[in-house]
């Protein structure tokens, strides 16, 4: 990442905190008077770690920064076949069995059992095959439970 780039990310964040945080253009200005020592009231004349400062005086009064925004991902896949290898995967996750019960930790699980990386790809047999694994796994996890 160039500096520019860190630079321009820097202050998109202060911008957005102080949107979310719903400071008044003149409590901003203040803001950044303070931390810069009275020498400039906008955050493009920053330097980087004053720009910092002001990133942690917001996250201080309680702003959060935003998680990145998901990667576009493929719809689910609806068919029963699915919905079933899903309640599964769920049902291990609540046995404690899963650390990550994301679809994108089903879909490499799927892919180590199959060959083929999402489950809108499988066919019937392959499907099949999945659903008795996990069973398989969720009764050896069940029998330690009751043991």
Same mark, same amino acid.
Do not use: A, I, K, Q
């Given at each position: 990442m160039t500096k520019q780039n860190h630079r321009n990310d820097q202050l998109a964040m202060i911008h957005i905190a102080k949107k979310e945080? /719903?400071?008044d253009d003149?409590?901003?200005r203040a803001v950044i008077s303070q931390i810069?020592?009275?020498r400039t009231q906008s955050s493009?004349?920053?330097?980087?770690g004053e720009r910092n400062k002001i990133l942690?005086?917001?996250k201080g009064? /309680?702003?959060k920064k935003a998680a990145p925004k998901a990667a576009k991902t493929r719809p689910l896949a609806t068919d029963d076949q699915s919905k079933k290898i899903r309640a599964l995967w769920l049902d291990l996750h609540a046995s404690g069995a899963l650390r990550d019960s994301s679809e994108n930790a089903l879909a490499s699980y799927v892919m180590r059992q199959t060959g083929v990386n999402a489950l809108q790809?499988?066919?019937t047999h392959q499907a099949s095959q999945v659903i008795e694994a996990l069973k398989k796994w969720l009764r050896?996890?069940?029998s330690k439970v009751t043991a």
């Open positions: 945080l /719903g400071l003149d409590t901003y810069s020592n009275g493009r004349d920053l330097d980087y942690e005086h917001f009064r /309680g702003w790809w499988l066919n050896r996890v069940e």
